[in-house]
């Protein structure tokens, strides 16, 4: 371990004091993953709509997400409320998951077009595996 020098400030217990506060411009729900035609229209509704993305993290679940700064972020980033802040901010940064380590985003999705790119590129790969189960067969 490398040891700190006399006017080195102590490494933060949280990457918050060193963060642009990323986590507190949007916030995300999950869905269910799309399984028909009727439920990719339905993300393709919301990807109509201005500041709204749909992502899929690297676990494979879906999230819809909303790009919308906390009320409760100041003008210099910092939370105007981090001793009251909500159980779903404090949770946040556990494990060190968060934005200021990594990026959520395994595909991410702001408009129609990202969309059907994503459907192209899936089938395919759906179709490529169909062709090796076909050869090896």
């Known amino acids: 371990m490398r040891k700190r020098a006399k006017n080195e400030p102590e490494e933060s217990p949280t990457p918050c004091e060193k963060c642009n506060a990323r986590c507190c411009r949007y916030l995300a729900i999950e869905i269910d993953a799309p399984r028909t035609a009727a439920d990719y229209d339905d993300i393709r509704w919301y990807l109509l709509h201005r500041r709204v993305a749909v992502f899929i993290d690297h676990d494979g ?48 999705m702001r408009t129609v077009e990202d969309l059907e790119r994503y459907r192209e590129e899936k089938r395919r790969r759906r179709g490529r595996r169909r062709q090796r189960g076909a050869v090896s067969g």
Do not use: M
């Not at 946040?92 to 395994?106: F, K, R, T």
């Open 61 to 108: 679940v879906w999230h819809l997400e909303f790009r919308t700064r906390c009320e409760a972020l100041g003008e210099d980033n910092r939370c105007t409320i981090y001793e009251q802040r909500p159980r779903i901010c404090r949770k946040h940064g556990e494990e060190n998951l968060c934005e200021y380590h990594a990026s959520p985003y395994a595909v991410y």
